[in-house]
């Protein structure tokens, strides 16, 4: 069965053929440790997670490396340290930010069921690769040296802009307003720059004398050169890091080593949003993993609830966060839990696989799995009322959709015999989005009135409105109560 992708750089699905299929390579831009990750951060984290799994299935566990780097070295990181350690020097309290945000990480990935990547180089491990590059695209002329920096120079490569489509005018209009007197072009970038006096810093290339730091693009070329090679199969991000980050990486890359490509497949995750709504601290709508893991608007999460509502979109789709998704995701893992038959050697169907290997198009997978236990509720049935008659024997009966159903969960990485049914039936779930409760408050207001009103019809007419949606009106002496029929 052929795997197919989709690439952002030639907006097309196209048939994966691996480099060197006895060592598939992946890089997935990672995290920036200073603080709790949010569950936007998630989403990258569960897609790759995925393919990773998907990957090591089709080409064998050991012959897929998967690389997903650290970045430790940021104005934010730096922020929050001196924030947070105000007597520790910036350096040691550098150490201690990231040190904890890591753990932090790690804790919250592996409670999503996300496998470890076999590498998760950090940026300050790997300076002297950077320093490299830097080097090398200074003597080639795609990067020059002005006032302590050094910038890539973006007029040295002529098809620079093709991952993200931009045109030349767009990217000139895009930088920003006030462009640092020394660039050549507005569009160049930072590869290396002065530290300031107590930040991180180390020996600077290209001849400069004042010790400095890296910038963040040249530090996932250097990674990815270092663990990968200087072409390789998929490199992974959020649609947020097209422009510029992809786009530099591939220019840093591309430009060193001579070569026409930095990978054969960008992969893209669409934005996560709560609410309809853009998550942002300023909006007051931003949730962190750990505070959906111990308590997120009274409820605490199982990590398998929040991967499988997020894979229950499409990864290339904005997905849409909010208290029903992860409602919906844990009443179907409860009944999934109750008919899945896990057991060993077991395959998912052949729809669930076709449907993964067509750009691990998972909501089409999941349908899927609805069908398979639909098909095992069946058979659950008619092997008891087998079973009830004389002389039954369980030896023909046949468990293949209750069996696919476990094997196709256990593909998205979601452990079925571990999931807790007992945590799912303790919750009252209310079973309706926000939009629909809203609608069901204000029909009832309407209909209060009314009976005020003495509109005996219109009142009438808005209890039949809501028996057709499903709702079940109680008058009480204290007012209206009501319940979705069930
Ligand atoms: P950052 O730590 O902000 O550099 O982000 C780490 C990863 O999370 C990157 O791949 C981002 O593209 C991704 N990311 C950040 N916010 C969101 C979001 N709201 N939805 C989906 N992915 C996101
Ligand atoms: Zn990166």
Redesign the pocket.
């Known amino acids: 069965m052929d795997l197919k992708l989709y690439d952002t750089l030639t907006r097309e699905k196209r048939v994966f053929r691996a480099l060197d299929p006895s060592n598939v390579r992946m890089y997935?831009?990672?995290?920036?440790v200073y603080d709790f990750?949010?569950i936007?951060?998630a989403?990258?984290v569960i897609v790759f997670d995925v393919l990773f799994r998907l990957l090591q299935r089709v080409y064998g566990a050991e012959h897929v490396t998967y690389v997903r780097n650290v970045?430790d070295v940021d104005d934010k990181i730096n922020a929050r340290a001196a924030e947070e350690y105000p007597d520790l020097p910036l350096n040691e309290a550098i150490r201690e930010v990231t040190k904890k945000t890591d753990k932090q990480f790690h804790d919250d990935v592996a409670a999503l069921g996300c496998l470890s990547p076999t590498h998760e180089p950090r940026a300050t491990e790997h300076v002297g690769e950077m320093r490299e590059l830097i080097e090398r695209l200074v003597k080639s002329g795609n990067a020059y040296v002005a006032e302590d920096n050094v910038l890539f120079s973006v007029a040295s490569m002529p098809d620079y802009g093709r991952l993200s489509h931009r045109s030349l005018d767009e990217m000139i209009a895009g930088a920003r307003v006030e462009v640092a007197p020394y660039k050549h072009d507005p569009r160049d970038f930072v590869l290396w720059k002065p530290s300031k006096p107590g930040e991180p810093a180390w020996p600077s290339p290209a001849g400069i004398k004042t010790p400095g730091r890296p910038g963040w693009h040249i530090e996932c070329s250097a990674m990815a050169w270092k663990f990968l090679g200087e072409t390789f199969d998929i490199h992974g991000?959020?649609?947020?890091?097209v422009f510029p980050h992809h786009e530099n990486e591939i220019a840093q890359s591309r430009c060193a080593f001579r070569t026409p490509v930095m990978t054969n497949y960008w992969m893209h995750?669409?934005?996560?949003?709560v609410e309809g709504e853009k998550?942002a601290k300023s909006a007051g709508n931003f949730v962190t993993i750990r505070e959906l893991r111990t308590g997120w608007r009274d409820f605490s999460w199982p990590g398998d609830v929040l991967r499988f509502a997020m894979l229950s979109t499409h990864y290339r789709q904005p997905?849409d966060f909010t208290h029903f998704s992860l409602e919906q995701a844990a009443v179907a893992l409860n009944v999934f839990s109750t008919f899945a038959y896990p057991t060993a050697g077991a395959k998912p169907s052949n729809e669930f696989l076709e449907a993964m290997h067509d750009d691990l198009n998972t909501p089409r997978a999941i349908a899927e799995l609805h069908r398979l236990l639909k098909a095992s509720k069946e058979g659950a049935f008619e092997l008891t009322d087998r079973m009830s008659r004389p002389g039954a024997m369980l030896i023909d009966s046949d468990f293949s959709a209750a069996e696919q159903l476990a094997a196709g969960l256990d593909y998205l990485g979601i452990n079925i015999s571990n999931y807790d049914r007992d945590w799912t039936r303790k919750q009252s779930f209310s079973g309706v989005s926000p939009q629909l409760k809203s609608k069901i408050d204000d029909l009832i207001t309407a209909r209060a009135e009314a009976r005020t009103r003495k509109e005996w019809k219109e009142s009438d007419r808005i209890r039949d409105e809501l028996a057709k949606m499903g709702v079940v009106l109680k008058d009480t002496k204290d007012g209206t109560t009501w319940e979705i029929a069930r």
């Open positions: 997935v831009c990672g995290p920036t990750a949010h936007g951060n989403r990258p970045t991000g959020g649609i947020d890091l995750n669409g934005f996560l949003q998550m997905f």
